[in-house]
Each structure stands twice: as structure tokens, then as C-alpha cells.
């Protein structure tokens, strides 16, 4: 994005902050586990962390819609790194306690709920209708790089420092975003279209009806949503592949998790290539996602694990990507943050069900009880997906 000077300076910040939130990320999951040994409980620590986006989700948008979204980013980015800090102190000093883990996870979650439909907003406010796609495929590009890297530092930093470390370096992270949000220039930012005459209820209402109304739409949320919450699980699935399937420790918890970010990586440049956003993108990805997890239920091999989490990774930033680039285009201007909200609610709001199911599937049958479940339903609504389009 050379012509974008502040999408340029926003991305690099956020490159530095999505590290050390990966890092943060892999470092709690590993805690809980090494707290409790309980599969159960890694699934309640997503649970924490998710709940506050299924609540809030519907709602925020209507805010974004009134308030100035770069201020308020500001203030989500502060809290995060006053939360992340606390939780580098308690752990540091050897006090830390699963049930402040849980707390904590939960403060985080209340800020992310309004942070994340943000950023999405911002972005467009930066770029514009004309070049969102591909400021999506790059944002996506850049998550999933920080997946990669987050997860390869994490393990390794956990292994040698500990999680209190990986929670500090994750506070400090924070600070880049800052200070890039307070440098852009406003002047060259478009204007939002702003509601201030919705309520907070009416608001939802009508983001509801406007996915109810656009066929397109309605598609990539509910897509988005089934899958991110019954079969994009990985969060609570990695860490017990490395544990309970592989029989080994962090390290290889933060090998899979990279491999799966460098899958991810490759689909986001894929996604990047193209000028507009694809619902045929969107359904190959749904195909291909619960067909590789499908494959990956029985490994037990390491080499296997990882090329098939690899591939995973590909097809999953093809229907995450393009899912979001659909709902904000679709959307009338005085909409757009709700539209923001609308598929971070999709992709988180289920989620809290989604990891205790998978941490329950684990303890019942292994984590290929939980893959197997995850792609027949992928497999499932991609399918319902091409019959909608097909009528």
C-alpha cells in the first residue's frame, strides 16, 4: 500500500503488537495447562477470553458508528497493555493463579471486543471502498506472519524464561501501536459516515437486517460463524495436539502453531492477489479447511501433523479473508463499523461454545474426535453455502 502513508505506519505497528499478542496467546494456553493438566480447562480459558465479544459483539458496532475510531483505538490499546502487564507481574513474581488467569483473560476479552471491529473500521477509513481487499489480504498477511512468529518466540521464550516473560515482552508490544496511531494524519483519512441517532439496540436491529438482506452477506456470516466457532478451534486444539497427541512439550506446540500461521500466510498472499472480494474464494476455503482437518484427525506423526496444518492454514485465511472484505463492502456507509462488528462477532461469538466443545470432544474421544467434528461441519455448511448460491 505505497500510497497509503498511514495504512503503511499503522501496519508496522500492529507487526510488532500481533507478535507479541501470539506470544502472549501460547504462553497463557501452555500455563493453564501446565496448572491444571486439565484439556477442560484450556477450553475455559478460551471461554474467558471470548465470552465478552459474544455479549458485546452486536452492540459495539453501533458505537464505532458514533465515536472517532482512531481515539478510540487508542484507549483499547492502552488497556491492553495495562491488562498484559498485570499479567507479566503476577506470573513473574510466582503468585499467578488460574483463576486470575481467568480474570484477566476475560478484561482482555472486553477490550477486544471493541478494539477489534475497530481496527477493521479504521482500515477502511485509511484506505478507502477502492483498496479495502487488499488491505484485508495484508492485515491478514501480517496476522498470520505474527502467528508465525509469536508462536516460534513464545515456545521458546516459555521454555527458557518462562510465561511471565512472553506477558511482558506482549505489554511492551503495545506501545508501537500507540505511538503509530498518534502519528497518522487525520486530514487524509476519509470521513466516516456516522449514525448518532441509532440506539444501541436499534443499531443491532439493523445489522441484522441488513445480513438478513444481502444474500452475499448473509452467506459470509454465516459461514464465519459456524466455522469459527465449531470447527476453528485451534487455540484449545494446538496445545493438546502437542501434549496429548504428540506426547511432546511447548517447543512443538510452538513448531505446529507456526507451520499452521506460515499456511495462513500463503493464503493471505494468495487472497492478495486478487483486486475484489470472492464467495467462491470464501466456500473453496470452507471445502479445503474441513478437508484437511478431516486428514489430520488420525496423525500421530509429527512430519504428517504439521503438512496438513500447513495446508489448513491456506484455506483457512480464504474464507476468514474474503468473508470480511464481503461484509464491509456490502454494507451502506452509515453501516460500516456495524459491519466491522458484525464479523467479529462472527468469527468470535461462538467461540466460547466452541472451545469448551472442543476441550470436552478432547477429553471424551482425542483431539480426532474434535478434528473429525470440526470438518464434516466445515464440509457441511460449505455445502449449504453453494446450494444458497445456487438458487
Known amino acids: ?77 492502552f488497556l491492553s497493555m495495562i491488562a498484559a502487564a498485570a499479567l507479566a507481574v503476577l506470573t513473574l513474581l510466582g503468585v499467578i493463579t488460574v483463576w486470575e488467569l481467568y480474570f484477566l483473560a476475560v478484561v482482555q476479552g472486553v477490550i477486544n471486543a471493541v478494539d477489534g471491529p475497530a481496527r477493521h473500521a479504521l482500515i477502511f477509513q485509511m484506505v478507502g471502498p477502492e483498496d479495502l481487499h487488499n488491505a484485508v489480504s495484508l492485515s491478514s498477511s501480517l496476522g498470520t506472519v505474527a502467528r508465525i512468529l509469536g508462536p516460534a518466540i513464545g515456545g521458546v521464550v ?56 444481502s444474500q452475499r452477506a448473509g452467506i459470509a ?41 506460515a499456511g495462513a500466510l500463503c493464503g493471505a498472499l494468495i487472497n492478495a492477489t486478487h483486486g475484489i472480494a470472492s464467495l467462491r474464494r470464501l466456500l473453496i476455503g470452507a471445502i479445503g479447511f474441513g478437508a484437511f482437518e478431516l486428514a489430520l484427525a488420525p496423525q500421530r506423526s509429527l512430519l504428517l501433523v504439521c503438512a496438513l496444518l500447513f495446508a489448513t492454514g491456506i484455506f483457512y485465511t ?26 467479529f462477532f462472527a468469527f468470535q461469538g461462538g467461540a466460547p461454545l466452541g472451545g469448551l466443545l472442543a476441550g470436552w470432544l478432547t477429553a471424551v474421544g482425542g483431539t480426532r474426535l474434535a478434528f473429525l467434528i470440526g470438518g464434516t461441519i466445515s464440509l457441511g455448511m460449505a455445502a449449504l453455502g453453494v446450494a444458497r448460491l445456487s438458487r
Not at 36 to 51: C, E, K, N, Y
Not at 192 to 197: A, E, H, N
Not at 235 to 250: I, K, W
Request: include cysteine; charge should be positive.
Open 158 to 213: 516459555v521454555a527458557l524464561a518462562g510465561a511471565g516473560v512472553c506477558f511482558a515482552i506482549n505489554s511492551a508490544s503495545f506501545l508501537s501501536v500507540l505511538v503509530t496511531l498518534l502519528a497518522l494524519d487525520t486530514a487524509k483519512m476519509l470521513a466516516p459516515v456516522r449514525d448518532r441517532t441509532a440506539t444501541i439496540l436499534g443499531g443491532a436491529r439493523d445489522a441484522l437486517r441488513y445480513v438478513r438482506g
Open 1 to 77: 500500500m505505497r500510497k497509503h502513508r498511514n495504512y503503511r505506519l499503522y501496519f508496522s505497528g500492529q507487526a510488532i503488537s500481533f507478535t507479541g499478542t501470539w506470544m502472549q496467546q501460547i504462553a497463557a494456553s501452555w500455563l493453564v495447562l501446565q496448572l491444571t493438566h486439565s484439556a477442560l480447562a484450556v477450553g475455559a480459558l478460551a471461554l474467558a477470553q471470548l465470552l465478552p465479544v459474544t455479549v458485546l459483539g452486536l452492540f459495539v458496532g453501533t458505537l464505532i458508528d458514533r465515536l472517532d475510531i482512531r481515539r478510540t483505538a487508542m484507549v483499547c490499546e
Open 221 to 261: 456470516f454465516a459461514v464465519v460463524f459456524v466455522l469459527a466457532t465449531f470447527s476453528f478451534n485451534f487455540n484449545v486444539l494446538l496445545p493438546l495436539v502437542a501434549e496429548r497427541t504428540l506426547h511432546r512439550g511447548a517447543q512443538t506446540f510452538g513448531l505446529i502453531a507456526a507451520l499452521f500461521g
Open 318 to 343: 480464504l474464507w476468514g479473508t474474503n468473508a470480511l472484505s464481503v461484509l464491509q463492502l456490502e454494507a451502506p456507509e452509515h453501516l460500516r463499523g456495524r459491519a466491522a462488528s458484525l464479523y
